[in-house]
């Protein structure tokens, strides 16, 4: 059974940091396209940063570019997503979402919201960036 779940959400002061973290079962982490989305209230999901090992691509929305970071441990099959320099706007649950098929990156912005064409995705984690 395919299972993700994230944690290491939690409240931030406006320029803290934070480590979310998403532990993979029932597959491993060696063929995937996964990545890290998240959804505030009353706004719709949006993709954050993604990996693909089918093309070796990695991205990062502009938002995030340059402040955030995306990162596979294959030993501990998780993927973390490293927040630095964190902004109120940044308020929002995060979700892990993977798929082993390995898909290119392009392939999943076609498939577009709001799964992206992943057939799997964990339960949420909160982000609060207020002072």
């Known amino acids: 059974q395919v299972q993700l779940v994230e944690s290491g959400g939690g409240l931030v002061q406006p320029g803290g940091s934070l480590r979310l973290s998403c532990a993979a079962s029932?597959?491993?982490?060696?063929?995937?396209?996964l990545g890290w989305f998240r959804q505030a209230p009353g706004k719709e999901r949006e993709i954050v940063s993604c990996i693909s090992s089918s093309d070796g691509r990695t991205y990062y929305s502009d938002s995030v570019k340059g402040r955030f970071t995306i990162s596979i441990d294959n030993a501990e099959n998780t993927v973390s997503l490293q927040m630095n320099s964190l902004k109120p706007e940044n308020t929002a649950v995060y979700y892990c979402a993977a798929d082993p098929s390995a898909f290119s990156l392009d392939t999943m912005f076609e498939w577009g919201p709001p799964h992206y064409g992943l057939d799997y995705w964990g339960q949420g984690t909160q982000v609060t960036v207020s002072s």
């Open positions: 029932g597959f491993t982490l060696d063929y995937y396209v």
